[in-house]
């Protein structure tokens, strides 16, 4: 079993950065890809960034290319994503993910869940 809790969510001004963190405890993070998934109301939890066990590959939905960073220190069992320029339609509530296997963009296919936070983006 592995337990994610975010953390890092606020209500920042477009243009502005904010950095999340991911905490995980109950197993290494060195043996889970993870991904950064957001909700924003309304609409359906979408894949925002993955980076795989070792952290040697990320990946991006197209939306935050160029904007979002995602990076993982296994041995503080963290996981982080910086967000630059951020847009109000980046405005949700902002979830990370664990899978056992390789990164994925489906949902469906990550184990296990931290509890989400909230990240709103004024104009």
């Known amino acids: 079993q592995v337990q994610l809790v975010e953390s890092g969510g606020g209500l920042v001004q477009a243009g502005g950065s904010l950095r999340l963190s991911c905490a995980a405890s109950?197993?290494?993070?060195?043996?889970?890809?993870m991904g950064w998934f957001r909700q924003a109301p309304g609409k359906e939890r979408e894949f925002v960034a993955g980076?795989?066990?070792?952290?040697?590959?990320?990946y991006n939905e197209d939306s935050v290319k160029g904007r979002f960073t995602i990076s993982k220190n296994n041995a503080k069992n963290e996981v982080y994503l910086q967000m630059n320029s951020l847009k109000p339609e980046d405005t949700a509530v902002y979830y990370c993910?664990?899978?056992?296997?390789?990164?994925?963009?489906?949902?469906?296919?990550?184990?296990?869940w931290g509890q989400g936070t909230q990240v709103t983006v004024s104009s």
């Open positions: 993910a664990a899978r056992s296997r390789i990164v994925s963009t489906m949902r469906d296919e990550y184990d296990y």
């Open positions: 109950g197993r290494s993070l060195s043996s889970y890809a």
């Open positions: 980076i795989s066990r070792s952290g040697g590959s990320t």
